[in-house]
Nanobody
Framework: QVQLVESGGGLVQAGGSLRLSCAAS????????MGWYRQTPGKRRELVAS???????YYADSVKGRFTISRDNAKNTLYLQMNSLKPEDTAVYYC??????????????WGQGTQVTVSS
């Protein structure tokens, strides 16, 4: 059973920092694109940042210059360093990844989510 498990969420004051981690476990051949999404009540889940297996990155305009996405392919782990946090960053953050269990067999997986709360 392949799964993604996030950690690192919590409560932080505005201007503070948090680092989210997402570890993939199970029988994994490789992981291609990975990303962090966030969702607040009543709103659609939105893409925050993504990274390809070769390291190309994308950031939503709202987090550019404040968040950094990275990955350790040897550890099958995804990270999101969040600096200069704002109250509007408060959300449940989800990890997503296209996980290959065989060279041509893949599954789009989601983690369970981790709550990030930024107080003003």
């Amino acid at each position: 059973q392949v799964q993604l498990v996030e950690s690192g969420g919590g409560l932080v004051q505005a201007g503070g920092s948090l680092r989210l981690s997402c570890a993939a476990s199970g029988s994994i051949f490789r992981i291609s694109d990975m990303g962090w999404y966030r969702q607040t009540p009543g709103k659609r889940r939105e893409l925050v940042a993504s990274i390809t297996d070769s390291g190309s990155v994308y950031y939503a305009d709202s987090v550019k210059g404040r968040f950094t996405i990275s990955r350790d392919n040897a550890k099958n782990t995804l990270y999101l360093q969040m600096n200069s946090l704002k109250p509007e960053d408060t959300a449940v953050y989800y990890c997503n990844g296209r996980v290959f269990t065989m060279p041509t067999i893949s599954t789009d997986l989601w983690g369970q989510g981790t709550q990030v709360t930024v107080s003003s």
